[in-house]
Structures are given as structure tokens and as C-alpha cells.
């Protein structure tokens, strides 16, 4: 476990004379010391999130081109990245994801560096990685994409979560470095299981299945896209063959296959700083976290509510624990926006929220989402070597 305290630079959103905020990050960036590592000719993940379709509180793509920018500067080749989603929506695979960034305004054009979804066209590109010192995950699975590069800096929207409290550096490089099977890993504790409404019988996920779980008995009537009606035998999991590897989610191009989101959120948290570990330990790695549009819920929502507290400012560390554990500190100093989710759930404190203790009850994340504990993630990580919660703050001017 790390004792000693890491540096967290800080800047507000505040510009003066001719600098944007733009220069500010890139000025921030290089006084937290990027520079110390070796870039040349390495290709480096700038680990993002593009936001759902639908979604408008997502980072806006000027500030992954600043990203890119320096690391241009420093000699690297950059390349923007994620993972695709386990729920359906517009990031599901490859295809819907990329197009989904570019809507977003993530072109090469843009943000001067290509998109590369990390775990392939359909999520099972996957490379799987020993966690050092895991107690729930023993191997990660990884999108290749991530685990090929040779440098990984997280560039973090950090705003409220649903299932983890809030979304910071670790659970954009954890939650979101994970394969679909990786997310399933992380979300369920128990096994898929198939919508027969919408199985056609193809067989697919029988065909990547390497335990033999999947039965083809039951039979239902399809009508297919020109309305012609058919008997098809649909897909069941048997789930004492199925190990629960999560492949069949991604195989199956009719969405038939869903995972049971099961897992306690105490568990996910531990989850998350593992799969976290997975990814930046052994190579080198630098953490951006802007702390704006502080939304809710996480931007995986078609839709995103009103910020629930102001925008705070730009946040860079070595330390992706110390980074989560600074914007938390600076989020629990602010002030409830009015007319927000925040306030309307702090008004129905009482027998609701009675389970809240000590600096939970100002925490924005624990009111907004009260069956949640970041800080359950923050101990794992320091637990398991990841870094440290102990932080100093520098601010840059």
C-alpha cells in the first residue's frame, strides 16, 4: 500500500488576457509533469468516453485535441479510445461507436488523432491481464487496443454515477478499458441469460461458446423484415456449463443476450480499481480529470440532467487514486445547485437516507445515488498498490 502522498495540479476555469481554456489544460498538463515521460515514437491511448448519442454533458472534443496535442509535441502518437458498452444503445460495437463519436464531434479532424474502439468490431477483441494483488479479479479482460498501447492517459468527464458514485479517473480507465465480457465481469455477479423475444436462431453464440451451454429447443414464431412468418429454435444457457465469460453477449448481432446486473455496488467499486490496475500497471500512465457539467448519472445515458453542483476546474496527477480523491474533496466543498436532482433528494432526507454517516451527508454522490460508496473503490485501490489517497494540491494559476 502507498504512504506517501502524491501531487494533484489544479486549475480553475478561469482565463485571463488571450489564454483559453484550452492553454490552461495544456499549461496544466505540462507543470504536473508529463513531460518526465518518454513519448517518442510510442503510441499512447488517451482513454475518453464520446457519450451516448442523446447525451450533451460529455467532455467536448476540443479538449481531448489539446490532449493529443501535447503528446504530439512530446513526440508520441495518440490515438482516442474506449470500449464498447455491454447495455445496448449507440456503442454496442465498433461500427455504431464510431459513428457515435464522430456525431460527437470525435473526427480525426477535430481532436487530430484517430478513433480506435479497443476491443474490436463486435467486443470480444480482448487481451486478458493479471491483476497485481486482485481479490475479486485474478485476470482482466482488457480491449487489445488499450493493452497494445505503450502509454495510457485517462481524459476524465467527472460527474455523479449511478452504480459507482461518481465517474472519475479510475472508473473511465477500469469500468471503461473493460471488454464487454471485462464490463459483464465487473456489473454481474451471476450469468447471462437469453430474450427469447428476440432470438432469430443463428446459432452464433453456441458457435463461440467453448463449454457447451447453449440448447436450441424451445421454438418461436419470427416474423421476419418483409413480414414473412417462420418457426425458429431459440437459444437457452445452461447455466451449469456457462463460466460466465460474457462472449456470447458480444457475438450476438440481435441483442439477445443479457447480462444480469447483479453485482453488489460495494463489489463493483473493488472491481473497478482492479480492472484499473490491470490497465496502467507495468508501463507508464497520467491522468486528466475536468470536473464540469457535473452531471448526475453517467454519460452512457441517452439523456443528461442538469448539473447538480458547479463546474469546479481541471485536475492532473500521476495518481489516478489521488486525482478521484481530490475532485471528490473539491465536489463535497461546493454548494447544491437549486432545481437539481441533489437538491430534490437531499429534501427527502430522513428515513430514506438514514444510513448516510459523517461526510456522506454533504457528499453531492452519496445523496444523489444514497445506495453508493465511492469510497469503497478509493480503499480498494489503495489496499491493492494502485496509489494512494493522500494528496497534495498544487494549484496553477
Same mark, same amino acid.
Given at each position: ?279 496502467? =500497471?507495468?508501463?507508464?500512465? $497520467?491522468? /486528466? ?8 448519472? #453517467?454519460?452512457? &445515458? !441517452? +439523456? ?55 461526510? =456522506?451527508?454533504?457528499?453531492? $454522490?452519496? /445523496? ?8 469503497? #473503490?478509493?480503499? &480498494? !485501490? +489503495? ?15
Amino acid at each position: 500500500m502507498t504512504t506517501d502522498s502524491a501531487k494533484v495540479y489544479f486549475t480553475n476555469l478561469r482565463t485571463y488576457g488571450r489564454e483559453s481554456q484550452l492553454d490552461k489544460l495544456k499549461r496544466l498538463m505540462y507543470r504536473a509533469g508529463i513531460d518526465q515521460i518518454d513519448f517518442e515514437n510510442k503510441f499512447v491511448a488517451i482513454k475518453i468516453h464520446f457519450g451516448e448519442l442523446g447525451n450533451l454533458s460529455f467532455l467536448r472534443p476540443n479538449y481531448a485535441r489539446a490532449v493529443a496535442d501535447v503528446v504530439k509535441e512530446l513526440g508520441g502518437k495518440p490515438f482516442l479510445t474506449d470500449c464498447n458498452t455491454l447495455y445496448v444503445g449507440s456503442r454496442k460495437n465498433a461500427l455504431e461507436h464510431i459513428d457515435t463519436a464522430y456525431q460527437n464531434g470525435f473526427t480525426p479532424y477535430a481532436t487530430g488523432c484517430q478513433v480506435i474502439i479497443a476491443d474490436g468490431i463486435k467486443g470480444t477483441d480482448e487481451t486478458l491481464v493479471p491483476v497485481k494483488n486482485g481479490e475479486y479479479v485474478k485476470e482482466a479482460k482488457i480491449g487489445h487496443a488499450l493493452m497494445d498501447a505503450d502509454i495510457v492517459i485517462s481524459l476524465t468527464h467527472f460527474k455523479g454515477h449511478e452504480q459507482a458514485g461518481f465517474g472519475g479517473a479510475m472508473k473511465n480507465i477500469g469500468m471503461g478499458g473493460g471488454s464487454r465480457a471485462g464490463k459483464m465481469e465487473q456489473h454481474a455477479a451471476g450469468k447471462p441469460s437469453v430474450n427469447v423475444e428476440r432470438c432469430i436462431g443463428c446459432h452464433a453464440c453456441e458457435k463461440i461458446c467453448a463449454h457447451g451451454a447453449f440448447s436450441f429447443d424451445e421454438v418461436r414464431e419470427y416474423t421476419t423484415a418483409s413480414g414473412k412468418t417462420r418457426e425458429v429454435h431459440v437459444a437457452t444457457i445452461d447455466h451449469d456449463r456457462c463460466v460466465g465469460c460474457g462472449r456470447c453477449i458480444g457475438v450476438c448481432n440481435q441483442d439477445a443476450i443479457c447480462p444480469d446486473y447483479d453485482a453488489a455496488a460495494d463489489v463493483l467499486n473493488c472491481k473497478i480499481a482492479e480492472y484499473t490496475q490491470a490497465i496502467v =500497471q507495468d508501463r507508464p500512465s $497520467f491522468h /486528466i480529470s475536468l470536473a464540469m457539467d457535473i452531471s448526475p448519472n #453517467c454519460d452512457c &445515458h !441517452a +439523456e443528461n440532467d442538469t448539473p447538480i453542483i458547479n463546474d469546479i476546474g481541471m485536475f492532473a496527477s500521476f495518481d489516478p487514486v489521488a486525482i478521484d480523491q481530490a475532485c471528490a474533496d473539491a465536489a463535497m466543498a461546493q454548494t447544491p445547485l437549486p432545481n437539481t436532482v441533489l437538491t430534490e433528494s437531499a429534501e427527502k432526507m430522513g428515513h430514506k437516507h438514514e444510513h448516510l454517516h459523517g461526510d =456522506q451527508t454533504h457528499d453531492p $454522490f452519496c /445523496i444523489t445515488h444514497p445506495d453508493t460508496d465511492w469510497r469503497i #473503490c478509493i480503499a &480498494h !485501490a +489503495e489496499k491493492i498498490g494502485l496509489g494512494t489517497s493522500k494528496y497534495e494540491l498544487i494549484e496553477v494559476k
